[in-house]
């Protein structure tokens, strides 16, 4: 078969992919800012950007340029050697977030699951907990990743039914309530971590009460437990902060960073820390093949130089606080709540509204791509790069599209 139209390529995905997945009825073929176009010709708006590994736009003419450069020397070392990009990636992104370490990635995943590594031998190694007792704190509704130790405190159950035995050494805790996080931190001294997402994105954009993450650092302090920030969809601007925690002035000791940070062009995360911790891990102890390779190290150093300037930061809070304003303001029926922070919104619809697939459907159908969570929840993350004349377009489709919603 060969495949012209996006109803070829579909069926050519359907057929030979794994049903693992339930795109939009779309098929980029080419980006630009924050614009896509699809096999046929048509543009879209992406109000996506692939769960903020977008962040930067399709196609960032300073990043597609590193890439470039890197390609037409070296695309990839293993650890076994060093490479000219490996160290000063580490030292501007270690400069970024103010820590001693960083240990270079892949995905988003890995840098949850090295977070989880190190918690642990740090527990052992530094806070002395008994060997094989180490225990990590989560939050209900959370989302780090899909690999088997991370589904095991997933509390989605499409995520989780049909993979068991699970890994045991986690515990759940609502998000937003420091309360019970204290009362688990005086119950057990086992404890050496907590993860949190700083924002809760895949819930539906959900930021917690203000004063929340202050009061966590706080308690991990007083407790001797690591407080792991997982920003690999919150950080690098989305929020309209460097990372999420900024907004609080909140320092956790491990962040776990990923999508962003490699500039919409490969997947490129990190785990970055203080010497204490980091320095439990020894030669051997963890790895990756890929993880520091020059092409990623490249690509990383453009984004951590155009994230330095402190000037996408700036744009997300004011692009973000009009879209926020836009979407309260509507005041439509079919909204129960609009909720975010930066350029990052969660649409609650009332149950009475229907599925919110259907309304992505739609507009998709009205070139502007936005994905459901959680069934009622549309969320928007547009590009941080986007016009402001863009942002209304879209804003004015969204808006549209949800008034004509027949209440049931």
């Not at 093949?289 to 744009?315: K, W």
Request: proline letters at 5%.
């Amino acid at each position: 078969m060969s495949a012209t139209t996006s109803s070829d390529f579909g069926a050519l995905e359907h057929e030979w992919g794994a049903r693992n997945y339930h795109p939009l009825p779309v098929v980029v073929a080419s980006g630009q800012g924050a614009w896509v176009t699809d096999v046929e010709g048509k543009r879209y708006l992406d109000f996506l950007s692939a769960y903020s590994a977008l962040n930067f736009g399709h196609r960032h003419p300073g990043i597609v340029a590193a890439a470039h450069k890197q390609l037409d020397t070296l695309s990839l070392t293993s650890r076994a050697t060093m490479n000219d990009q490996l160290g000063p990636f580490l030292r501007d992104l270690c400069a970024l977030c103010d820590m001693d370490l960083a240990l270079p990635m892949n995905t988003g995943a890995e840098a949850v699951e090295t977070s989880l590594k190190t918690a642990r031998k740090w527990g052992y190694d530094i806070k002395g907990v008994p060997d094989g007792q180490a225990k990590i704190v989560v939050c209900e509704n959370n989302f780090h990743g899909r690999t088997t130790t991370i589904i095991s405190f997933s509390g989605d159950p499409s995520a989780r039914d049909g993979f068991g035995p699970f890994t045991p050494g986690f515990i759940t805790v609502p998000f937003g309530d420091a309360t019970a996080l204290e009362a688990l931190f005086v119950s057990d001294p086992t404890i050496v971590g907590f993860l949190v997402e700083p924002v809760q994105g895949e819930a539906g954009v959900i930021v917690p009460p203000t004063g929340y993450l202050r009061r966590v650092r706080e308690l991990c302090t007083q407790h001797g437990v690591l407080m792991i920030a997982d920003e690999i969809q919150s950080g690098f601007g989305r929020t309209g902060a460097t990372f999420a925690c900024d907004h609080e002035g909140v320092r956790p000791d491990i962040y776990c960073l990923g999508k962003a940070l490699g500039g919409g062009i490969m997947p490129v995360s990190a785990v970055v820390s203080h010497a204490e911790v980091l320095g439990v891990l020894t030669p051997g102890t963890h790895g990756s093949t890929f993880g520091g390779n020059p092409l990623a190290c490249a690509i990383g150093r453009e984004v951590l130089r155009i994230m330095a300037t402190g000037e996408l930061q700036e744009r997300s809070r004011a692009l973000g606080k009009h879209m926020l304003a836009r979407l309260r303001d509507a005041g439509l029926p079919a909204i129960e709540e609009a909720r975010g922070i930066g350029l990052w919104a969660g649409v609650q619809l009332f149950a009475e509204a229907g599925p919110a697939r259907g309304y992505c459907e739609q507009m998709v159908g009205r070139g502007v791509i936005v994905k459901d969570t959680h069934a009622t929840t549309l969320r928007l993350a547009p590009p941080l790069v986007i016009e402001a004349a863009d942002l209304d377009l879209a804003l004015d489709t969204v808006l549209d599209v949800l008034s004509q919603a027949k209440m049931v």
